[in-house]
């Protein structure tokens, strides 16, 4: 069978987007099948550097475009999104033609991996699947009620773009197209229109990568509790959450002295430091820059516990990776991290509590799992639970 991609993110060695391009790409073409990518031709000289230093698969082709430099203004102008917009339906433009020399028996649309964002190639006449798609997780307005102005209508304004899904006309037509449909949450399917969501199912668009971690060590005798989170700073991706969670910690007469390591960049990195003094827990907090994977993965042997509260991912790659190593996990019951964890690798908190009510949860999760006779227990189920989570089970799902 011929297949095309369409993946606008879609690069090596990267993480988010361009990983869940780049994992669907080669683990669809271990499948046996032709794989074509249409991708952004601005990804060729990182995949071409990267296939002269490992074997490209025979099956594999790459269709690579942009939109003329002259159109660049778009996306300094009007954002990344309007771009993406007219870049697929160049991108269909572009696999039309390649259609009518190949044939192609199925095209997917793999990234961007959002609900708000339409595709044509639902028009070549072929079977369409549509996602896996998430972002159609929005947070509790309570949780996101204090957050500074800034990211408070920023949020606000992706509740809008959410529900303006269900009305898009574009999106009517990418779904009327599909074949198939295929959301990351119940959340992002309630976004469909019921016309069409008897072409939805539910999956996950990432899955475990690091499946060759080792297994955390577990030492005895602990002197101290060691936290962990990844993450932008962002106010959604809730890393206000885990610190807030430290006082809660330093109530509690069963912990003991505990730590939290906040690796990550972003524009709130300042605010969430002015928090931490505020709060008088600046000195328990480490703050990491972004670090390359093999690093990650020394952080990931050495904690005790990942703590993600964020409000809407609708993935959590982090998390994944973190189970894989054998980290147990405390996150909110929303979007993918809500799916990926199970109460045998950490624990899920109630995000309709309120946001002190969250944090004393997320604090009372961390001492659920680090008590000594449930601690071997979780590490042993965050392996066992990640390994459930492969690239090679969901491609072939949706094949």
């Given at each position: 069978?011929?297949?095309?991609?369409?993946?606008?993110?879609?690069?090596?060695?990267?993480g988010?987007?361009?990983?869940?391009?780049?994992?669907?790409?080669?683990?669809?073409?271990?499948?046996?099948?032709?794989?074509?990518?249409?991708?952004?031709?601005?990804?060729?000289?990182?995949?071409?550097?990267?296939?002269?230093?490992?074997?490209?698969?025979?099956?594999?082709h790459?269709?690579?475009?942009?939109?003329?430099?002259?159109?660049?203004?778009?996306?300094?102008?009007?954002?990344?999104?309007?771009?993406?917009?007219?870049?697929?339906?160049?991108?269909?433009?572009?696999?039309?033609?390649?259609?009518?020399?190949?044939?192609f028996?199925q095209?997917?649309?793999?990234?961007?991996?959002?609900?708000?964002?339409?595709?044509?190639?639902?028009?070549?006449?072929?079977?369409?699947?549509?996602?896996?798609?998430?972002?159609?997780e929005?947070?509790?307005?309570h949780?996101?009620?204090?957050?500074p102005?800034?990211?408070?209508?920023?949020?606000?304004?992706?509740?809008?773009?959410?529900?303006?899904?269900?009305?898009?006309?574009l999106?009517?037509?990418?779904?009327?197209?599909?074949?198939?449909?295929?959301?990351?949450?119940?959340?992002?399917?309630?976004?469909?229109?019921?016309?069409?969501?008897?072409?939805?199912?539910?999956?996950?668009?990432?899955a475990?990568?690091?499946?060759?971690?080792?297994?955390?060590?577990?030492?005895?005798?602990?002197?101290?509790?060691?936290?962990?989170?990844?993450?932008r700073?962002?106010?959604?991706?809730?890393?206000?959450?885990?610190?807030?969670?430290?006082?809660?910690?330093?109530?509690?007469?069963?912990?003991?002295?505990?730590?939290?390591?906040?690796i990550?960049?972003g524009?709130?990195?300042?605010?969430?430091?002015?928090?931490?003094?505020?709060?008088?827990?600046?000195?328990?907090?480490?703050?990491?820059?972004?670090?390359?994977?093999?690093?990650?993965?020394?952080?990931?042997?050495?904690?005790?516990v990942?703590?993600?509260?964020?409000?809407?991912?609708?993935?959590?790659?982090?998390?994944?990776?973190?189970?894989?190593?054998?980290?147990?996990?405390?996150?909110?019951?929303?979007?993918?991290?809500?799916?990926?964890?199970?109460?045998?690798?950490?624990?899920?908190?109630?995000?309709?509590?309120?946001?002190?009510?969250?944090?004393?949860?997320?604090?009372?999760?961390?001492?659920?799992?680090?008590?000594?006779?449930?601690?071997v227990?979780?590490?042993?189920?965050?392996?066992i639970?990640?390994?459930?989570?492969?690239?090679?089970?969901?491609?072939?799902?949706?094949?």
């Amino acid at each position: 069978m011929k297949i095309l991609l369409s993946a606008y993110a879609c690069e090596p060695n990267k993480g988010s987007e361009p990983s869940v391009g780049w994992n669907w790409l080669l683990n669809s073409a271990e499948t046996n099948n032709e794989v074509w990518v249409v991708t952004r031709k601005n990804n060729q000289s990182v995949i071409e550097k990267y296939f002269r230093e490992n074997i490209q698969s025979e099956n594999t082709h790459f269709i690579y475009y942009d939109l003329p430099s002259k159109l660049m203004f778009i996306k300094k102008m009007f954002g990344i999104y309007l771009y993406y917009l007219f870049w697929q339906l160049g991108a269909f433009i572009a696999a039309r033609r390649i259609h009518k020399k190949v044939s192609f028996d199925q095209v997917h649309h793999v990234t961007f991996a959002t609900i708000r964002q339409p595709s044509f190639m639902g028009l070549l006449g072929i079977p369409f699947i549509y996602g896996p798609v998430g972002g159609g997780e929005s947070p509790p307005y309570h949780l996101i009620k204090n957050f500074p102005w800034q990211p408070k209508r920023k949020e606000l304004m992706r509740i809008f773009a959410n529900l303006w899904v269900k009305f898009d006309p574009l999106m009517h037509f990418t779904f009327y197209t599909a074949k198939k449909i295929v959301v990351t949450s119940a959340q992002t399917k309630n976004l469909v229109a019921k016309f069409y969501r008897k072409k939805v199912d539910i999956k996950l668009a990432i899955a475990q990568t690091n499946v060759n971690l080792n297994e955390k060590k577990i030492t005895k005798g602990r002197t101290q509790v060691k936290l962990l989170f990844i993450g932008r700073y962002e106010y959604w991706k809730g890393a206000h959450l885990c610190i807030k969670t430290l006082v809660e910690l330093n109530k509690s007469k069963d912990c003991l002295p505990v730590s939290l390591t906040l690796i990550g960049e972003g524009p709130f990195k300042k605010s969430l430091q002015s928090l931490a003094c505020k709060l008088g827990v600046d000195s328990q907090i480490d703050w990491q820059p972004w670090m390359k994977q093999s690093e990650l993965e020394h952080h990931y042997s050495t904690h005790d516990v990942f703590v993600f509260p964020s409000l809407h991912d609708s993935g959590g790659m982090v998390v994944l990776e973190s189970l894989a190593a054998s980290l147990p996990v405390v996150c909110l019951d929303l979007g993918g991290p809500a799916t990926i964890v199970d109460e045998s690798s950490g624990v899920i908190v109630n995000s309709q509590l309120s946001e002190s009510e969250v944090c004393k949860s997320i604090a009372k999760g961390v001492l659920t799992i680090i008590d000594s006779n449930n601690y071997v227990n979780y590490c042993k189920n965050a392996k066992i639970r990640a390994n459930t989570f492969t690239w090679e089970d969901l491609v072939k799902g949706l094949l």
